[in-house]
């Protein structure tokens, strides 16, 4: 009888001791305001929402990167340029996330890229303002990660592309089946640029030493606030050159009653055509005399100046010419010269925040770009991928926009003043760079 109570004691006293210990847990759980549940999976829990306010952080990078990238790209004379500086940034951010040491800090100085945070939640908001679809034109934007099917990613890495960039995760077997899986990804990009965008990554580009592309595209389709007539578009000469005209199909309109964002001054006039709903336009630089005379100190800060001083102002006459081409940049060089530099080469590439090793290295990054201008509005198509493997002047009296000699364009969200397109119309008979 006195070892059962002796057992009963012992079993009270072990229950008294654990109830002891667990009030002590609890109390100092709840003393650092912790819950309990998550103690281990906290860091993985700590995610900023979408913010505005960091979104035009995320816009500033954007768009100094697009008039860096438009003097890098300004090369040859004479030659049209087009592409997508939102959606080449897209592509080179999620790179970035992989990115450790001196190649995360060179990618962080030619996107002029903000704090981790921040770049995540306000590229978030800008991805999900992109893709709002309460609008009156057409404007998305995908992103895509394509990796090798048995290759081992970190899932963090994946996770964050997912959840902080709106990135589908794809499997493909780049080792065996090299062809399809370009054709595949090909496909994806050419369904979401309205299959304006095709053979973004050409044969002989992906290898079976390929482990990841990542890609983004982006489409834009809008009409004019004030179309043209077609039945007033005639041919007329476009001075490639003082002494090279070209004939080309120009679109004339007399916007009677109607005022436009408008800026003339010594040297350059300015014109912001806005398409329907008001969201988005198009802001063409007309220079007065050449081209280069603007492109020498043109930046963001410098359109925001020129928009700052602009008014709304009658025209008289307003003249463009029709125009459409496609582009296409194979980027290593020109992002290696911007100072992205070890990205590229093995033994100084860091991309260990994706795999966990300096194994893998950039191959290349491929931009190709499509824009058709006409009397109903604007089409425009952009795409990226980064390949990662393995080892005449008008009388003063008149207000006349007629653009018939070289000039640049910008195709803008008013909203958040994200540039999503950039171009320079040198010979708008030529529909390839």
Not at 381 to 390: D, E, F, P, Q
Not at 420 to 432: A, C, E
Request: glycine letters at 4%.
């Amino acid at each position: 009888m006195k070892k059962e109570i002796d057992s009963v004691k012992g079993i009270i006293a072990i229950v008294i001791f654990a109830i002891s210990i667990t009030a002590v847990l609890v109390f100092l759980i709840t003393s650092f305001d912790i819950d309990p549940l998550v103690i281990e999976e906290m860091p993985k829990k700590i995610l900023v929402e979408p913010s505005e306010e960091n979104m035009s952080v995320v816009v500033l990078a954007n768009n100094e990167f697009a008039f860096d990238l438009y003097r890098s790209l300004n090369k040859s004379e004479g030659e049209n340029i087009f592409y997508s500086p939102y959606s080449i940034f897209s592509a080179l951010a999620i790179t970035y996330e992989g990115s450790r040491e001196e190649t995360a800090e060179e990618i962080v100085s030619v996107l002029h890229l903000p704090t981790e945070a921040v770049l995540r939640s306000g590229f978030q908001a800008l991805y999900n303002q992109i893709n709002n679809g309460e609008k009156e034109y057409e404007l998305n934007t995908a992103n895509a990660l394509w990796a090798q099917k048995d290759y081992p990613f970190l899932e963090e890495y994946i996770n964050t592309v997912r959840q902080r960039y709106g990135g589908e995760i794809t499997n493909l077997d780049f080792i065996k089946e090299t062809e399809s899986s370009r054709k595949t990804i090909n496909e994806y990009i050419e369904k979401n640029t309205n299959n304006k965008i095709k053979n973004l990554i050409p044969k002989g580009v992906l290898s079976p030493l390929t482990r990841m592309v990542i890609t983004n595209a982006i489409y834009f389709k809008g009409k004019w606030k004030l179309e043209f007539d077609k039945q007033d578009t005639k041919e007329l000469d476009f001075y490639v050159t003082p002494d090279n005209p070209v004939k080309i199909e120009m679109m004339f309109i007399e916007p009677k009653e109607t005022k436009f964002n408008y800026l003339d001054t010594e040297e350059v006039q300015l014109i912001e055509l806005p398409y329907q709903g008001e969201e988005v336009s198009m802001l063409i630089l007309l220079p007065k005399e050449n081209i280069e005379s603007i492109e020498s100190d043109l930046n963001f800060e410098k359109i925001k100046e020129y928009k700052e001083k602009m008014k709304e102002t009658e025209v008289d006459a307003l003249y463009l010419p029709k125009f459409e081409f496609d582009t296409k940049y194979f980027m290593k060089e020109v992002l290696i010269s911007m100072g992205m530099n070890s990205a590229f080469f093995y033994g100084m590439a860091d991309f260990s925040k994706m795999d966990g090793t300096k194994e893998l290295v950039i191959d290349d990054v491929i931009h190709q770009a499509y824009v058709s201008v006409d009397e109903e509005g604007t089409e425009a198509a952009g795409a990226t991928a980064v390949i990662i493997g393995l080892t005449s002047m008008a009388p003063d009296n008149e207000k006349i926009f007629m653009a018939n000699r070289p000039f640049i364009f910008i195709i803008q969200d008013n909203k958040t003043e994200n540039i999503l397109f950039i171009g320079r119309v040198s010979d708008p008979t030529k529909k390839t760079n």
